[in-house]
């Protein structure tokens, strides 16, 4: 068992090695190295072929039309071309947009860049248990409104929205429904056409692909308009200029066929791992799990460890790679604004660890996990003041702290 | 085995490059952001490619930020340096590529002037060009360094001179020049600078645009805070490792690659004159070292090309990402060549392992094409 262990499956996979077999194909000499664009000559041809097979796998996890796929770099700018492009497009219809406060923050920074373009955004707040309220949304919801963006899968708590339902309630409204499925993808089942999607941001790194390659989701029927943010030779029927990386793509096409083919099996194996680590770790005193357990993917476990200082924990905990926070924002000593929408206290916010668990993980890596996180928080909290005088009944709350 | 006469359009992988970029895609995964050892081990990979990037153009690594693409860089230099709120004027070369002459075409709709800066005959822009600084006072102007189609170079210490004497900011778009010429960011100054590595033998999927740190940058992706929060997304850590690794070779191999393929494309114009009837655009500038773009009397490009390429020859006629168009380049119209004979147009780029044996096996398909084209023309005619 190679340490440390690799739990931080939400904030990038390995590359599976089917996947980069096939991406070597595309980047070695044999002849596939020419420019999709380039339609004079083979070297074009068989790249433009690569890319078309793996525009449809994208497609197929998901349930569209691969006409309905747009190569993005990412699902950070799939996001940004999401939320802008809408926003740009039918401006003049509308310049509302409804979100929640628990997006990732490609949702969250490029609607706060249109609110100072002048667009109203409403920042909805999750129920304790990071599941959105439909009522909430629902009266969110105005005349003027003309994009809801609402993530299917959360990176730090896993939970799942519903939506299918939020999307039977956009349609009905009129209003456009963004999802970013980043964490979902080829982990819990899509249908775009049995939820009323209208555009969905895909990435590759978290299901095994390769990063730097993402996708957008953009619905034909009835037809989504964007205004394109990455302007040029007029790729992607305008939507996303710039030379199409053909390893990269081949390589995200296959991701997601072999997500497609294994997430069944996977699932259940996943999610008797995760249970496992829940199961030896909930048992201890002041544990608490952050997010909806029902409705949640297999592979999340995120706990919050009271009376344990966070940034401790981590280091203490170095024999396995976790992340406390989401990865994008863990240069910032900040507690977890997810953590603290769900109404977390900054202490819960702070202590708290978010195991995630993917295709390679095993169960003796667990087992190990879960020793070490009892050992190291009992270790830890027999260091702490706090957990002392928590012991002794001292309701810290009632404390009155002296600055000094 | 088929000759690669387009280089330009998209060139062949390095194995050295592709040695670097195997650890990246099979076990070195971590997401760079990650504080636990996976991530600062590919946060370590990030910061040589960063260094190995700024060396090839004379920059400091910090200046480097790490974009999908040229495309990518020339839309960020454009929209991130020209407010929304406020509007003004933004000059543009008249040969540019179409990621800089899009975005910019696109700015129009927030209230902003575009203005095209003409070239001569030989593809450069004229000095006098100043003169409309002066007048019109643009926020940004933006000239390539190298033509993608013609390989002209633009003297663009003057320009960049001028443009910082008229209060202007001042973006080169040097996915072209990169790697085939030296390129000094530092001593240029010029503001802006997008590169590409698919252009000198890295992985598709990544770019750069270097800025210096005087200049105020809007994003044009916005999320997690990656590239002290210019660019978010998290990084292509592969694709950047082969970035550096193809900016390293070029630096080490630029004198040589340029001797090498100045005097193949010596060979080649030689005799492509001897065969007569051959006109090259751009002779008269200074070109990047393995461009040719020509044209033919009374030939069809594009047609030229078909056949060439069934005899197992790739060239290009038109910059790639235009090549479902059949109108005649926008670069040879803006050199006031003929609308014919820019139609004509051939484009051979040759690369660093391009051989004499290319340019023959080339020349000997097109002597034998040009001669049934005409013959076929004749006939019509007649």
């Known amino acids: 068992m190679k340490k440390p262990i690799y739990l931080d499956y939400s904030a990038t996979t390995p590359v599976d090695p089917r996947v980069a077999e096939k991406m070597c194909k595309y980047l070695t000499l044999d002849g596939e190295f020419g420019n999709p664009a380039s339609r004079s000559h083979p070297f074009g041809w068989h790249a433009e072929e690569a890319v078309e097979e793996a525009r449809a796998q994208v497609a197929a996890l998901i349930g569209a039309d691969p006409k309905e796929i747009v190569w993005t770099s990412g699902a950070t700018e799939s996001d940004n071309l999401a939320i802008k492009g809408v926003a740009n497009f039918y401006g003049k219809k509308g310049r509302h947009i409804v979100t929640c406060k628990t997006e990732h923050k490609a949702v969250l920074d490029t609607c706060r860049q249109l609110e100072r373009d002048g667009y109203e955004v409403t920042y909805l707040d999750p129920e304790p248990n990071g599941l959105l309220d439909l009522e909430k949304l629902k009266s969110a919801i105005r005349p003027d409104t003309i994009l809801v963006s609402v993530m299917h899968v959360n990176n730090e708590i896993g939970v799942i929205q519903d939506i299918a339902a939020i999307g039977t309630l956009t349609r009905e409204r009129g209003v456009l429904f963004h999802t970013d499925a980043a964490q979902s993808a080829g982990k819990v089942p899509i249908d775009v056409n049995a939820t009323n999607v209208d555009l969905m941001s895909l990435s590759a790194h978290k299901i095994y692909g390769p990063k730097g390659i993402g996708a957008l989701y953009v619905r034909r029927k009835p037809r989504v308009r964007l205004e394109a943010q990455m302007h040029g030779g007029g790729h992607e029927r305008g939507m996303r200029s710039g030379t199409l990386p053909t390893h990269q793509c081949v390589g995200m096409g296959e991701a997601f066929r072999l997500a497609k083919a294994e997430m069944g099996g996977e699932i259940g194996r996943i999610r008797m791992l995760r249970n496992r680590l829940l199961n030896a770790l909930k048992g201890m005193p002041e544990v608490y799990v952050n997010g909806d357990l029902e409705n949640r993917t297999a592979g999340n476990l995120n706990m919050s460890f009271n009376f344990v200082e966070g940034e401790s924990l981590i280091m203490a905990l170095k024999d396995i790679a976790v992340s406390s926070g989401s990865a994008c924002t863990s240069a910032s000593l900040e507690p977890s604004y997810v953590l603290r929408a769900l109404g977390r206290n900054d202490e819960l916010a702070h202590s708290s660890i978010r195991f995630t668990i993917g295709r390679f993980t095993t169960q003796e890596e667990i087992d190990y996990a879960a020793a070490l996180v009892k050992e190291k928080v009992a270790k830890l909290r027999e260091l702490s003041p706090l957990w002392e005088m928590h012991q002794e009944g001292v309701d810290l709350s009632k404390v009155q702290w002296a600055a000094h | 085995m088929p000759v690669y006469l387009d280089h330009n359009a998209a060139t062949p992988l390095d194995p050295r490059v592709l040695d670097s970029m195997l650890p990246y895609l099979m076990t070195h995964h971590g997401n760079p952001s990650s504080v636990h050892r996976f991530g600062r081990a590919t946060r370590a990979a990030l910061d040589r490619a960063r260094e190995q990037v700024a060396a090839l153009v004379n920059a400091r690594p910090s200046q480097v930020i790490f974009t999908s693409g040229g495309t990518e860089a020339n839309n960020f230099a454009i929209k991130g340096t020209t407010a929304v709120d406020v509007t003004g004027c933004v000059a543009i070369g008249a040969t540019e590529h179409p990621s800089v002459t899009e975005p910019a075409v696109s700015l129009k709709e927030a209230g902003w002037r575009v203005m095209v800066l003409p070239v001569d005959r030989t593809g450069r822009l004229p000095s006098s060009v100043a003169e409309s600084f002066r007048g019109s006072r643009p926020a940004l102007v933006s000239v390539m360094w190298a033509n993608n189609e013609t390989g ?31 390129l000094d960011f530092a001593a240029s100054g010029v503001h802006l600078m997008s590169l590409s590595a698919h252009k000198m033998n890295g992985p598709k999927g990544v770019g750069a645009l270097i800025v210096d740190a005087a200049v105020e940058l809007k994003p044009l992706l916005r999320g997690g805070g990656q590239e002290k929060d210019k660019r978010s997304g998290t990084e292509n850590v592969a694709g950047i490792v082969g970035f550096g690794a193809a900016a390293d070779l070029a630096k080490a191999r630029m004198t040589d690659y340029g001797t090498r393929v100045s005097r193949l494309r010596q060979r080649l114009e030689s005799e492509l004159s001897a065969l007569g ?10 070109r990047l070292p393995n461009t040719v773009c020509f044209g033919t009397a009374g030939v069809d490009g594009e047609t030229l090309l078909l056949r060439l390429d069934r005899g197992g020859i790739a060239v290009s006629s038109g910059s790639a990402c235009a090549s479902q168009h059949r109108e005649p380049s926008p670069v040879l119209r803006a050199m006031d060549i003929e609308p014919e004979l820019a139609l004509s147009a051939v484009r051979v780029s040759l690369g660093h392992d391009s051989t004499e044996q290319d340019i023959d096996t080339f020349v000997a398909a097109l002597a034998s094409q040009l001669a049934q084209l005409r013959r076929m023309t004749g006939r019509a005619v007649g």
């Open chain 2, 277 to 286: 009837g051959v006109e090259i655009f751009g002779a008269a500038a200074e």
């Open chain 2, 152 to 182: 002209v170079i633009q003297n663009i210490a003057a320009l960049a001179a001028e443009a910082r004497a008229s209060d202007a900011l001042f973006h080169t778009d040097a996915v072209q020049a990169a790697g085939k010429i030296e």
